[in-house]
């Protein structure tokens, strides 16, 4: 069974950083596409970062790009996401995302606020 758990949202200025990260319970975290996803208030869900199962290949959103960095552990069954020179407009609860053959899996979400 699959447990993501998130953590390190929070409220923040903007042009400040943060770090999310999340903890994967579970033996195919190392086999598994990895993403972090993020939904506005009124607003779809849509995808910000996944990166590979190695780690070699990652693709972010355009409205990301340059600014938010994935990683991941597979030592430690763990993703990041590093978020640097926030907007307003990045603010929304974020998601971490397991992706294994044709399951999905989901954590509870972490909130991310940024303030002009």
């Known amino acids: 069974q699959v447990q993501l758990v998130e953590s390190g949202g929070g409220l923040v200025q903007a042009g400040e950083s943060l770090r999310l990260s999340c903890a994967a319970s579970?033996?195919?975290?190392?086999?598994?596409?990895m993403g972090w996803y993020r939904q506005a208030l009124g607003k779809q869900r849509e995808l910000v970062a996944r990166?590979?199962?190695?780690?070699?290949?990652?693709n972010y959103a355009d409205s990301v790009k340059g600014r938010f960095t994935i990683s991941r552990d597979n030592a430690k069954n763990m993703v990041y996401l590093q978020m640097n020179s926030l907007k307003p407009e990045d603010t929304a609860a974020y998601y971490c995302?397991?992706?294994?053959?044709?399951?999905?899996?989901w954590g509870q979400g972490t909130q991310v606020t940024v303030s002009s």
């Open positions: 995302n397991l992706h294994w053959g044709p399951a999905d899996y």
């Open positions: 579970g033996s195919i975290f190392s086999a598994a596409a």
């Open positions: 990166i590979s199962t190695d780690g070699g290949i990652t």
